[in-house]
């Protein structure tokens, strides 16, 4: 189905972050958009009010008449509704075009410049500085982010104008295989999800195959470092990039009283006196993708500059909640042990003299068991650990596979304990902290806006 024929718009699980985002596109492109859900939240209430038809009961005779002709209307689904539903059983029976919101992402690179960002860890904050550049500019784009954007307060941007749209392209069960992008950076290749793949050589070659996808007079931006080999089309131009080699990198950086500048060079331009609106040191890295993604698509140096001035990051991404002489506490989504080697050594950089301690959740029994080893040599780089039990997300128990695997491998001048997650709460309470982090992507994130509150008594 090409985007041109599309008349209306029906989503089953309306109410998530991501098909949210979507959801909104098609309103502001002025088609009839319609959908379920199984309880109202204040965001299905929020579309509501932009104009969606959505109700709550799983109903065929809910569906807006709008929405039954196959030829004109396209059925997004989350993966998280049952095959038995009986709405979504009406329109697989009836042949509509049923898609998950991966293939609507892909349909969207389709009709639309796609600049997208793939890598095992970096995507969201690289992909989210490179919208607000490029929104802030003249250029303009459209966003599908991975995380909620503190310049925006949303996962999404809208433009009524770019041809361009910004999409995080997520290798978890080959979703972003769908895309056909204009443009891509990679930003890493370290192996994950083998749940998914089984092999670190599988994970290599789907990255590879995602190459093979970027359009002919497109680019691939792919950073110096990465094991796998890619391969593009003819007229597929490929540039490299890292925080200080590459076609695209840093020099002159300075990094003092919580300040970082740097001098963007680049093979189109140099842009002198780069200053992080979110000074943290795997930022230069991230922001040096951004910056060549942006600038190979028409924005200005002054643009350029201005939109890394003002970015002020993606909540869970080394996120500041505290920051001051007494006491530093900071929230961050890694759960890779090279996203967490990154956050150790930008928090050690930042913080040279001061002690810190991470409270760490690992996410999922099989990448904790494929991977105990390099979370424990990642987490050495701090002066204290934390670890909670695992968060198991999609899976079931492993004999074997605890916490006490990353715990038994941490190095010797590490302080170590392991917590249950209840017990978290009281730990902060009766305990000094210089600076603290919290790391994983669990529900551990949950007890931030309570260990915030404490700290600040304590700390006032």
């Not at 690179?109 to 970096?122: F, P, S, W």
């Not at 060549?292 to 001035?309: D, F, P």
């Not at 990448?367 to 899976?395: G, H, N």
Request: overall charge negative; glycine content about 6%.
């Amino acid at each position: 189905m090409e985007l041109k024929d599309i008349k209306a718009v029906y989503f089953i699980g309306a109410g998530g972050i991501g098909m949210s985002a979507i959801a909104r596109y098609f309103i502001n492109k002025g088609l009839v958009v319609a959908g379920y859900d199984k309880t109202p939240s204040d965001l299905t209430r929020q579309l509501e009010k932009e104009g969606m038809l959505i109700h709550y009961e799983e109903n065929i005779e809910e569906i807006p008449h709008a929405c039954r002709d196959p030829k004109s209307c396209l059925v997004v689904y989350t993966p998280a509704i049952p095959t038995t539903h009986q709405e979504l059983q009406y329109f697989r029976d009836g042949g509509f075009e049923v898609m998950k919101r991966a293939q609507v992402l892909g349909i969207l690179t389709r009709t639309h410049k796609g600049l997208c960002v793939a890598g095992t860890h970096g995507k969201t904050t690289t992909s989210t500085m490179c919208a607000h550049i490029m929104h802030q500019s003249h250029v303009d784009c459209n966003a599908f982010l991975g995380g909620i954007s503190k310049n925006y307060g949303t996962n999404y941007i809208l433009s009524d104008h770019s041809d361009y749209v910004v999409i995080e392209a997520d290798e978890f069960d080959r979703s972003f295989h769908w895309l056909r992008p204009w443009m891509s950076v990679i930003t890493a290749t370290d192996p994950d999800h083998l749940d998914i793949y089984g092999t670190k050589e599988a994970y290599l070659e789907s990255f590879r195959h995602y190459s093979e996808l970027i359009q002919p007079g497109g680019a691939l931006i792919i950073h110096t470092n990465l094991e796998m080999q890619p391969h593009v089309q003819e007229g597929v131009k490929t540039y490299t990039y890292s925080r200080d080699k590459g076609d695209f990198h840093a020099e002159n950086i300075q990094i003092e009283n919580g300040e970082i500048t740097f001098d963007f060079v680049s093979p189109i331009e140099n842009i002198p006196g780069i200053q992080l609106g979110q000074p943290i040191p795997i930022n230069i890295e991230n922001g040096v993708a951004a910056m060549a993604l942006a600038q190979l698509n028409g924005c200005t140096s002054e643009e350029i500059k201005y939109g890394m001035k003002t970015y002020h990051g993606v909540d869970r991404r080394f996120d500041f909640k505290i920051k001051n002489d007494k006491i530093v506490f900071l929230s961050d989504y890694a759960h890779h042990p090279k996203e967490i080697y990154q956050s150790a050594k930008s928090i050690r950089e930042l913080y040279k003299d001061r002690k810190i301690t991470a409270i760490f959740q690992p996410h999922l029994y099989t990448r904790t068991r494929d991977f105990y080893k390099d979370f424990a040599d990642a987490l050495s780089q701090l002066d204290e650990v934390i670890l909670c039990d695992i968060y198991p997300a999609r899976e079931q128990p492993i004999p074997g596979v605890t916490s006490k695997l990353i715990y038994d491998n941490l190095k010797p001048n590490v302080k170590k304990s392991m917590i249950h997650k209840e017990d978290v709460l009281d730990l902060v309470r009766n305990r000094d902290f210089d600076v603290l982090i919290v790391l994983g992507a669990g529900d551990l994130d949950n007890y931030v806006p309570q260990i915030t509150k404490i700290l600040e008594a304590k700390y006032k």
